[in-house]
């Protein structure tokens, strides 16, 4: 036994040794530099500008990577999307206008959104955090070739915005193009039978259609208008000109040029980088070195130097829990809203008696209709006990609503995707193509619907009919949730709801939410409803650990293959792949969902 022990530990070594100049000699490395970093740490100097990326994927919680994108990304040479979650960059925000040190910002580069980050609700937020800073007197800076609406949305705020000579500036209006599966569903022979409640709940058309049903055409028409003319509000207000005149530009124009988008009054300058960055040293009276070429510090750099996630102190807590994701059944994984996992968390707090209030901050399309229930169920329970202010962001769709419904307040932003109050479910089957290829089925069974979950044939009308009996009492639960938590009767909800999605702004109008405001609105109606005046901090949940305790545990993990595309056709690619991916995440026990259309993107 003792040899059989030196045997096997003398080929664990090996293989060690083996993989040791390897993968895992580039994880020690990575912890090393992490550590170093940590231990000198960035430094700020005097007339220093902060710089802000747009690139910089902005999300409710921590980093969107997990460790093996990190590992697979550099292995590979692929860029890994780089996060920040918006607590830490509004309080970044906020810091720097406090700072004499900080002498302005300087905006460049182009948003490239990441599943739910840098939504518009969180660029609103943002935006406002930055619109405190210009009031301090310290200018914004804003610069680059080219700005789609999303960059604008931030960069029009700039006290000088500035625009390459050869840039373009799209001004074309929103849309939402949805892909559709049904055609080649056929063509492989794949079948798909749609249940589900309101007329609206358009999330099983991209199985079921080519196209856009009425119903979807007229919601979706809605909601971009809504949202597009928070924007034209937004940008017109710090351009000195009115929302129709952006319209008509947009009308008539589309994409416009350096030189016309000066002469229509959307920038301030034409100049290339150079010309720029010569701005930008007279403005912190610096001389360019080797290392940079003006004195500047970066956002995530510079939240190092202020430790701006948690500034407060005291014994009190306000918990502050992300439910940023898919709502899925089971645990879930990084960037999932796992029902288990959540409701188990929520438990904690409840229970936890230094936690005086909860923040529940919701990001997400919804999911899993169980999954979903037992975590409203849970941010109930803890109403009873202590407050629950509910901060909607960029999405808090179906699933997403419900788990909000019973706070004691919500908040959304104007351009928060809300609502879609429905159910649906999907029930695919392969027995065409199972046919074509040789395969057949037989079965034997004690009841009529015993093998009413196969996907070896269609279901009867008898199956339908069941399954969509449940699917219609699970509506009329979520309708009822709904009204009963809400300042709104059985009959508002039902008209309102239908699978229907509103902007923040109309939810407001409706009843469907308190009031419009970011998440630092939610915390300050968090800590004045627990009477807790100053004396509190705040704890965020899920908790995110050292990266370099992440890379040890998923050191034998697969490689991730999420990386953020530039170029038109990967970013195709890439939009596909993650419309097929959401189907991973139809793991509900009963194959019932209440979930945004597949998938709602605002471009």
Known sequence: MRDFLKTTLASFAGILLFFGLGASGLILLLIGILTSARETGPQVEDRSILTFDLSLNITDTGPIASPTDVVGGALAGREVPRSMPLRAVLETLRAAAEDDRIVGIYLYGNTNPVGLGSGFASLSEVRSALADFQATGKPIIAYDLNWVERDYYLTSIADTIILNPVGVLELNGFRSETIFFAGALEQYGIGIQPVRAGQYKSAVEPFTRTDNSPQQEEQTQLLLTGLWNEFLTTAASSRDTTPQALQAIADSQGLLMANAALEAGLIDQVAYFDEVITQLQTLTDSAPTEER???????????????????????????????????????????????????????????????????????????????????????????????????????????????????????????????????????????????ENGITWDVVKTGEFADIDTISRPKTAAELAVIQRVVNQLYEMFVSSVAESRPISRTQVDAVAQGRVWSGTEAENLGLVDELGGLDAAIQAAAEEADLGINWRIDEYPRTRPLGEQLLETFFSRVAHTAAARDPLSRTLQKLEADLQILESLNDPLGIYTRLPFDLRIE
């Not at 809203?337 to 409701?343: E, L, S, T, Y």
């Not at 909607?392 to 928060?416: E, H, K, Q, V, W």
């Not at 995707?417 to 429905?422: N, P």
């Open 293 to 435: 070429s003006f004195r500047q510090i970066s956002i995530p750099a510079y939240a190092q130097t202020a430790n701006v996630q948690n500034r407060r102190q005291g014994r009190n807590r306000i918990a502050v829990v992300y439910a940023e994701g898919e709502i899925v059944s089971g645990s879930g994984r990084l960037g999932q809203v796992g029902g288990d996992r959540f409701a188990q968390q929520l438990r904690r707090l409840r229970q936890d008696d230094d936690v005086k209030a909860v923040v529940l901050r919701v990001n997400s399309p919804g999911g899993s209709a169980t999954a979903a229930d037992e975590i409203a169920r849970e941010v109930f329970l803890t109403s009873q006990e202590k407050p629950v202010i509910v901060s909607m962001g960029s999405y808090a769709a179906s699933g997403g609503y419900l788990i909000a419904t019973y706070a004691d307040r919500i908040f959304a932003s104007p351009n928060t995707v809300t609502g879609s109050i429905g159910v649906f479910g999907l029930l695919p089957n392969v027995q065409e193509i199972a046919n």
